[in-house]
């Protein structure tokens, strides 16, 4: 059973679009959420989120933890082309354990 | 500061044969970890330290053996190289949990092929 689980898989937009990807965990010990962003090589972090419903934001992007519903949530605003990347969550464990979702593919069109 | 480094870049190994990867931090964190990723599929934890001379099964330990003898590296050793192993190898370290940061540093991953 997936501890981590993201959804869409992929998504293709237009430039301009809003988009939000989601990630829902597994409560069992758990301590944080990540998000990553991936484009050719190794991750690169966004956010960590470790209470709920305080929205973390960085320029276009946000995120939002829900530990009642164990979920978490990635908004990205007026998508560039820039943004095209494979987006990774990540649930950290109080074991040190992480578990990574197996990410959304965003596509952004010009 | 150069971050998480790892060697090598790429290799190809065959059937049955062994090799180490290696991963270097210059950061002092405490704990560092090994990921595969395969095509379609996030990362897998293999093993993980939190220490110095410690280590810890991940996700998908088979295969792999792991050693930390000094702080700031971090060994992924495979015996008898499988195609199974096929993958991309990432390294990351982070620091303790201090409050306020969880996250983790990636190295520029290893993309080993195994025939």
């Known amino acids: 059973e997936d501890k981590v689980v993201q959804s869409p898989l992929s998504l293709v937009v237009h430039e301009g679009d809003t988009v939000t990807l989601n990630c829902s965990y597994e409560v069992t010990n758990f301590r944080s959420l990540l998000w990553y962003k991936q484009e050719k090589k190794a991750p690169t972090f966004l956010f960590m989120l470790t209470s709920s419903g305080i929205e973390k934001k960085s320029g276009r992007l946000s995120s939002i933890l829900d530990k009642k519903e164990l979920f978490s949530i990635l908004n990205i605003t007026a998508t560039q082309t820039g943004d095209s990347a494979v987006y990774l969550c990540?649930?950290?464990?109080?074991?040190?354990?992480?578990?990574f979702g197996a990410g959304t593919r965003l596509t952004v069109k010009p | 500061n150069a971050g998480v480094t790892q060697t090598p870049k790429f290799r190809v190994l065959k059937t049955g044969q062994s090799m180490t990867l290696l991963c270097a931090q210059d950061m002092n964190h405490e704990y560092m970890y090994w990921y595969r990723q395969d095509p379609g599929m996030g990362l897998r934890l293999i093993h993980y330290?939190?220490?110095?001379?410690?280590?810890a099964k991940g996700e998908v330990p088979d295969g792999y053996n792991v050693s930390r003898l000094k702080k700031q590296n971090f060994l992924l050793g495979l015996e008898s190289a499988a195609p199974s192993q096929t993958s991309v190898y990432f390294c990351a370290s982070s620091p303790p949990r201090t409050g306020w940061t969880d996250t983790q540093y990636f190295g520029p991953g290893t993309r080993l092929t195994v025939l």
């Open positions: 990540a649930g950290r464990y109080n074991n040190n354990d992480m578990r």
């Open positions: 330290s939190v220490g110095e001379g410690t280590t």
